[in-house]
């Protein structure tokens, strides 16, 4: 059974510390690992989509990266209006978009 | 910029009424989704569908019903409601493979 799973569940850094979230994925036939921000109250927003092990993409102070097994969001000194929860989500080979449970990040000023 | 237009945003509704959920996209996507969201407990997917006339199930679609006779539309039909189906609603579009983009959620209240 394809299955995504986040880690932390939780975490609260100090504006300045930089951190990782963490996404295992066991995905038949991967089509695409995709990153979302969901602010409270607001949909999903999308960040970042990966196709291949290696790739690696970035965007402000977020950064995503992929293994084989792995993704990661790499946040450098964040800021406070980086406080959100973060989906990571897999594509597999029938086109089944499927979530993990999300990190909820917090960041204190 | 409409995206994917999500109607109504909040509903209350007793047990054992029905109601219907609207979704529409203006990007030309193939497939489009429904999921719920309860806290602490991620997205889970009801329906899907790869294009119009075709809808497939997904991990949890007891209790609801889909039809897809446009490109554009994608309503979820909610029959006989219960409280098990107080949630967030998603109405979420792609192209086959690629990123998914999602409405801005429809709050139910089953009571």
């Known amino acids: 059974e394809d299955q995504v799973t986040q880690s932390p569940e939780a975490l609260r850094l100090q504006e300045g510390e930089s951190s990782s979230l963490n996404c295992s994925y066991t995905v038949s036939g991967l089509r695409g690992l995709f990153w979302y921000r969901q602010d409270p109250g607001k949909g999903p927003e999308f960040l970042f989509t990966l196709y291949s092990a290696g790739e690696e993409k970035e965007k402000e102070r977020l950064k995503a990266t992929l293994t084989k097994k792995e993704s990661f969001l790499h946040i450098t000194a964040p800021k406070p209006e980086d406080s959100a929860t973060y989906l990571c989500?897999?594509?597999?080979?029938?086109?089944?978009?499927?979530f993990g449970k999300g990190t909820r990040l917090h960041i204190l000023p | 910029n409409a995206g994917v237009t999500q109607t109504p945003k909040f509903r209350i509704l007793k047990i054992g009424q029905s109601m219907t959920l609207q979704c529409t996209q203006d990007?030309?996507?193939?497939?489009m989704y429904w999921y719920r969201q309860d806290p602490g407990m991620g997205l889970k997917l009801i329906y899907y569908s790869v294009g119009a006339g075709i809808t497939d199930k997904g991990e949890v679609p007891n209790g609801y019903n889909v039809s897809r006779s446009t490109t554009e539309d994608f309503p979820l039909r909610l029959e006989l409601a219960a409280p098990s189906q107080t949630s967030v609603y998603f109405c979420a579009s792609s192209s086959a493979g690629n990123t998914i983009y999602f409405g801005e959620g429809s709050w139910l209240t089953v009571v």
């Open positions: 990007m030309n996507h193939n497939y």
């Open positions: 989500a897999g594509g597999n080979r029938d086109d089944k978009i499927i």
